[in-house]
Structure formats: C-alpha cells, structure tokens
C-alpha cells in the first residue's frame, strides 16, 4: 500500500527514524513537502519509536558501505552512546566496506561479524545494490533475498537488527533516488515481517538535502561533493536516524536552579558541588553531544543539527531556573554568554543547543578522538588482515593478535571519558 501526506513545512519531515515494531503504534506516513520535486516520490508509511531497544551491555556492530567506511555517522553513533548514555555500557564496531552491496556483507557476515558474537546490529545498504539506475524489479529482488537472509542470519545468532535505509544522492539524482526510494519501502517491508526494527536514512536526508538547498545555498549537498558520500551535515542526518531508531529518549539531564534562595539540583548523571545565589557548580559523568561548525555548510556537523531536530530529540542538557525578580537573565557557560528571559529560563533552556562551545567540548573532542581511531583500526583488521593470506592460514591467531593490538584503543576510549566540572552564572540584567 502507498499513502501519501502533503505538508507545506519541510521542518516537520524530521521524526521519521524509527524503531523496532513490536507492540508499535501505528506507522506514520512521512511528511510529503508541497513542493513539485517531490511529487513522483510515494515513501511507504514508517513504524514509530517503541521504548529503547538498546540493552545494558549491548555489543553494537555498524554495518554498511562505503558510506559507513567514511567513519562518520559510525563515529558519532559510538561517541554518542559512549559520552552520552554512558550507563548502558554499549561497545561497538564498526563494518564498512567500500562499494559493498547487501549480498556482498552476507557472504563475509560470519568471517567479519559473527565471530565478534554481537548481541545488535545495525545495517545501512542500498547505495550499491540500487546500480545507480532507475529501478527494475531484478534490484528489488536480489536486495530483498539478501537483505532478509541477513536478517535471519543475526536472529539466528540471536542478535537483534535495526534495518537502515540507503540514503539519497545528489547528482542525476530522481531516477536514482526513485530507486533508493523503493528499496527503502523494501526494508520497511522486511522489517514488518521479520519483527525487526528500522530506520530510515533516505526520506529524512532527501527531503532536509532540498531544505538546505533552498535556506543556504543551491549547491548545498546533504550527500556531499560527489553525490554518494556525504559530508558531516549527512552523516549527522545519519546518526540522528539509527539513534532515534535504537529507541534513544535524548535526556542527557536537567539542572535545576532556584534563582531567589541560590539552591540547585541535578538529575541522574549530574552532581552539585555547590551552589550560591547566581552561581552552580556541578560534576558530571555524562556529556551532551557537542559540535561546532558553521549551521549552512553540508560540510559541518552543525549544519546537520540546524535542519533535523538533533537537540530537541537527542541531546537536551536542560537548565530550569525559577524564582527570578528580573526580566532578564545573563546566563554564562564556560566562557560563552547567553540572554534569557525569565520565561524562557523558568521553561527550561537546552544548554547543548544553546552553547556550540561548552566545558564538556575540549573532553568530547577527546573521546571522539579515540573513537575515531579504533574504528580506523577497525578497517585495517577487517579489510587488511581477516581479508589477508596469513588470515587463511592462521585464522584463530589473527583473531587474537589483532583484537590484542585493538585492545588499547578501546582502553583510550575508557581514559578519554572523564567526569567534567563545570560552573553555571546566571546574573541579572
């Protein structure tokens, strides 16, 4: 069945990452933009979030193509989970293999993946399988039979399976994303029959890709340079897509502020260490997501942040000050200012959306770092050494020698994440 919604508003296009179908409310059609680029596309109706599939523990493998070789959405997807929701203690690896098709990642599952014993898996493939032409049945077929072999394949090894949707082009793009199109509306089909979860990539970067078109510029590629491979911006679009579909709730936490007696409080993950009439000083073991860079270049993760509801959905580190006697307040974080009204503080603000450049920048950047080198080193393992001749010979010692050398860069994950003190000033103006 194919329905469609039309909405003026491109804003309202960015709920569409969505989980496991379980007990899952009804699907929603995605917001259709009145706009005549989108007319021949008919995006089948998606299944909405159904409370965290994540588990305490969970052994994350990402899976993809090319697109997840760039180590982007990838990196960002374990930062994330890392820093963010530290209390799940979720590891992660990453899988990507440049030009890469889902019967090619089903031939090297068990060799590459499932000796690794992941307990969820998420899978981004399309890109390749859709030919770069228009759609013809013979693609929908052979991407169907792997696609579900795979499915099969990780619940027989009783992991759990997030189906992502290829994403868009931006080159010679609407027979191609046509295409892309059908085969998202596949793996929502496959993802109903199997009982697995989904999310999806295409719909939401198509449609934020031609946002960011007409707000910035009309060479702004949400698939970067090439048309494929995207810049931070997509990537981000990316992230913010499978997060959503492991279920996330994006509360990073909630300060509390009386502005008349001085008193505070913090929520889970968030200690006062003292507090005074205009000042808080707080410990935190959880970060929000940071990210800086211009909000209008496809090259930025900011810019990703500035077309879906990224902060608003994922990372919101709240401050609610109440009491105040004046209309407005000087809020400062770190070494940036900001101005509020009483309302809007009393409301609540979202310092992670609020201050690109905060006290947990310097130790996320950090964290990301040594993120980004182990899932660097994660390519060489998989790639250059499972994939080797010595591999073939010794597998069992390959296995250990290179998750020995992999083992100090997961240590470097554990060092980088550390408590952040911070100190909050809200001072009348």
């Not at 030009?99 to 998420?122: H, K, S, V, W, Y």
């Amino acid at each position: 069945m194919k329905c469609v919604i039309v909405l003026s508003s491109l804003a309202a296009l960015a709920v569409l990452a969505v989980t496991p179908l379980r007990g899952a409310s009804a699907a929603l059609v995605p917001p259709k933009p009145n706009d005549p680029y989108f007319e021949k596309f008919e995006p089948t109706p998606a299944p909405q979030p159904d409370g965290l599939l994540l588990k305490k523990g969970d052994r994350l493998a990402i899976i993809g193509d090319s697109i997840t070789e760039q180590k982007l959405y990838s990196r960002y997807m374990e930062t994330y989970l890392t820093a963010c929701v530290p209390e799940l203690e979720i590891t992660a690896r990453q899988y990507g293999w440049g030009g890469e098709t889902a019967p090619g990642f089903l031939a090297r599952m068990t060799n590459d993946c499932l000796r690794f014993q992941p307990t969820i898996a998420t899978t981004c493939y399309g890109m390749n399988d859709h030919g770069y032409s228009a759609y013809r049945d013979s693609i929908g077929d052979r991407y169907r039979k792997a696609q579900t072999a795979i499915v099969h394949s990780f619940k027989d090894n009783g992991a759990r399976v997030v189906l992502g949707s290829p994403g868009c082009v931006s080159k010679k793009a609407e027979a191609l994303n046509l295409n892309l199109c059908q085969l998202r509306n596949i793996d929502i089909e496959i993802a109903g029959e199997e009982k697995v979860g989904f999310a999806d990539v295409f719909w939401p970067m198509f449609t934020v890709g031609r946002e960011g078109q007409q707000r910035y510029a009309t060479n702004y590629a949400i698939a970067g340079g090439d048309g494929v491979h995207p810049g931070g911006a997509g990537h981000l679009v990316m992230a913010y897509a499978f997060l959503r579909a492991l279920g996330l709730d994006g509360e990073i936490g909630t300060y509390t502020v009386d502005l008349n007696s001085g008193e505070a409080k913090a929520s889970k993950g968030h200690e006062v260490v003292s507090a005074k009439k205009g000042e808080v000083e707080i410990k935190s073991t959880r970060y929000p997501f940071c990210a800086t860079g211009a909000a209008n270049v496809d090259s930025s993760v900011r810019s990703g942040m500035s077309l879906v509801p990224f902060n608003k959905e994922l990372n919101r580190l709240m401050l609610v000050a109440r009491n105040g006697s004046a209309e407005k307040y000087k809020v400062t974080w770190g070494s940036t200012s900001k101005t509020y009204s009483a309302a809007q503080l009393a409301a609540g603000v979202n310092l992670a959306e609020d201050f690109a450049e905060n006290p947990f920048s310097s130790a996320f950047n950090k964290v990301d770092a040594a993120v980004a080198a182990k899932q660097a080193y994660e390519t060489h393992q998989i790639k250059n050494i499972f994939h080797g001749p010595e591999f073939k010979l010794e597998p069992d010692t390959m296995v250990k020698l290179t998750e020995r050398a992999r083992e100090p860069l997961v240590t470097a994950i554990k060092k980088a994440f550390v408590p952040v003190t911070h100190t909050i000033r809200i001072e009348a103006e």
